[in-house]
């Protein structure tokens, strides 16, 4: 094996590494020595590969965001655009509130306190990877809201500004139900998807 097929190993098994300790503990726990040696690799790789342990997070969050994506884009499409809409916004739902902590770090959303943590202060802006490279979760959005455009079931608009609309509503939703606003886990939105797919039938 070259030293960059190496290379790109380890870098994978750190990123899976970081992902699952955000997805399971928390951004705000994660030390570099702890996830070096779950995959047994030294710190200095980290460093190497990653730049640190923001760059690290950052690549873990990224990662995040393309899962997000895959998810709600393997939401089976059919004749009806809106209802398959609202089919995609369960999917993200339902992912985003199955991993809280990863979902809050992906967002920024974190304990106030990491503020003070220099290693962690560039994991704060975190949201601004859901606008870089490769498909991601707006990418999904903005697809299934041009298919209600085209379809006549939307007004005509340019479909980015009316998915970033869907994504702010459907955002503020899952943060709410994540600090428990609605009370029983999911009764919100339970309620909220049959009102909806009601109205659209």
């Not at 479909?159 to 919100?188: D, K, N, W």
Request: with cysteine; charged share 25%.
């Amino acid at each position: 094996m070259t030293r960059s097929a190496v290379q790109a190993e380890l870098r994978a098994r750190l990123v899976a590494a970081a992902l699952r300790w955000v997805e399971e503990r928390g951004v705000e726990t994660v030390r570099a020595r702890e996830v070096c040696a779950e995959v047994g690799a030294s710190t200095q790789a980290l460093y190497t590969l990653f730049g640190g342990l923001p760059g690290l997070i950052e690549a873990a969050v990224d990662e995040g965001f393309g899962r997000l994506a895959e998810h709600v884009d393997a939401v089976p499409e059919s004749d009806d655009p809106v209802a398959d809409h609202l089919a995609k916004g369960w999917a993200y739902t339902d992912w985003a509130l199955a991993r809280p902590a990863l979902y809050r770090a992906m967002f920024g959303v974190t304990d106030p306190s990491i503020r003070h943590r220099a290693p962690m202060e560039t994991t704060l802006a975190a949201v601004h990877l859901a606008g870089g490279d490769g498909r991601t979760a707006l990418d999904v959005l903005t697809h299934s809201v041009d298919r209600m455009i085209r379809a006549g079931r939307l007004r005509r608009a340019e479909p980015l500004p009316l998915a970033r609309q869907f994504l702010s509503a459907t955002h503020g939703y899952v943060l709410l139900e994540i600090a428990g606003a609605f009370g029983e886990s999911g009764g919100g939105l339970a309620n909220t998807i049959e009102i909806c797919l009601e109205s659209a039938r």
